[in-house]
C-alpha cells in the first residue's frame, strides 16, 4: 500500500486548504483511512476518519465543524478539506491507513499500518 499525501502550504487564518491522499497496491473497500497531525515535540493527533466502504466519518473535537474528510472512490483518493484554519492547525499532516476496516474506527496512530510522508500546512496570524 502506498499513500500520497499532497496539497500543504502556508495559509492566512481563516483561510482554508485542501489536503489529498492518493492511495495505491490495494482495494481499499475494508479500511479506514485517515489523518493525524503532528508538531515537533508531540505525538502524532487524530483529525478525522473515513470508512472507505459507506463513507461514515469522525473527527477530533479540534476539526468538527471546520474540516471535512472524504473520499472519490474511483481516484482512491482522500480528501481533507480544511476551513477556517487557525495558527494552531499547524502541523505536518499524515494520511494513514488502517486495514481493519469492519471494526471501530481507531484514533490511535498505532492502529494504522500504513502512512503516507507528510506534508506540512503553516498558518500565519
Known amino acids: 500500500v502506498q499513500l500520497q499525501a499532497s496539497g500543504g502550504g502556508l495559509v492566512q487564518a481563516g483561510g482554508s486548504l485542501r489536503l489529498s491522499c492518493a492511495a495505491s497496491?490495494?482495494?481499499?473497500?475494508?479500511?479506514?483511512m485517515a489523518w493525524f497531525r503532528q508538531t515537533p515535540g508531540k505525538e502524532r493527533e487524530f483529525v478525522a476518519a473515513?470508512?472507505?466502504?459507506?463513507?461514515?466519518?469522525y473527527y477530533a473535537d479540534s476539526a468538527k465543524g471546520r474540516f471535512t474528510i472524504s473520499r472519490d472512490v474511483a481516484k482512491n483518493t482522500v480528501y481533507l478539506q480544511m476551513s477556517s484554519l487557525k495558527p494552531e492547525d499547524t502541523a505536518v499532516y499524515f494520511c494513514?491507513?488502517?486495514?481493519?476496516?469492519?471494526?471501530?474506527?481507531?484514533?490511535?496512530?498505532?492502529?494504522?499500518?500504513?502512512w503516507g510522508r507528510g506534508t506540512q500546512v503553516t498558518v500565519s496570524s
Open positions: 497496491g490495494r482495494t481499499f473497500s475494508n479500511y479506514h
Open positions: 494513514a491507513a488502517d486495514p481493519r476496516g469492519m471494526i471501530a474506527i481507531r484514533r490511535d496512530p498505532r492502529g494504522y499500518d500504513y
Open positions: 473515513i470508512r472507505w466502504s459507506g463513507g461514515i466519518t
